[in-house]
């Protein structure tokens, strides 16, 4: 029972840990995206790719745009903390 337990809570530590890796990663590729205003908190924003490869950061809705290349690259809120949360 004991042993059940403490595999149980760090299994859960684990899974903490792994989301807050990616949170971290997700926090420096959105700093380090290509951005043309100040993002105001709590509102969601939207990472693309073009076909350099470099990697922007727009207002746009993925089904909004059309006419040149981008990658829709993911969805993301800024909190609080100034962390950008995957939505």
Do not use: C
């Not at 040149?68 to 993911?74: F, P």
């Amino acid at each position: 029972e004991a042993s059940h337990k403490l595999r149980s809570r760090y299994d859960e530590l684990q899974e903490e840990f792994h989301k807050l890796v990616e949170t971290s990663d997700d926090t420096q590729r959105m700093y380090n995206a290509s951005i043309s205003f100040v993002p105001i908190v709590g509102q969601v924003y939207h990472l693309y790719k073009r076909e350099d490869g470099s990697e922007w950061v727009s207002m746009i809705e993925p089904d909004e745009f059309s006419g040149y290349y981008h990658e829709y690259i993911g969805s993301y809120r800024l909190a609080t903390d100034s962390v950008w949360i995957r939505v």
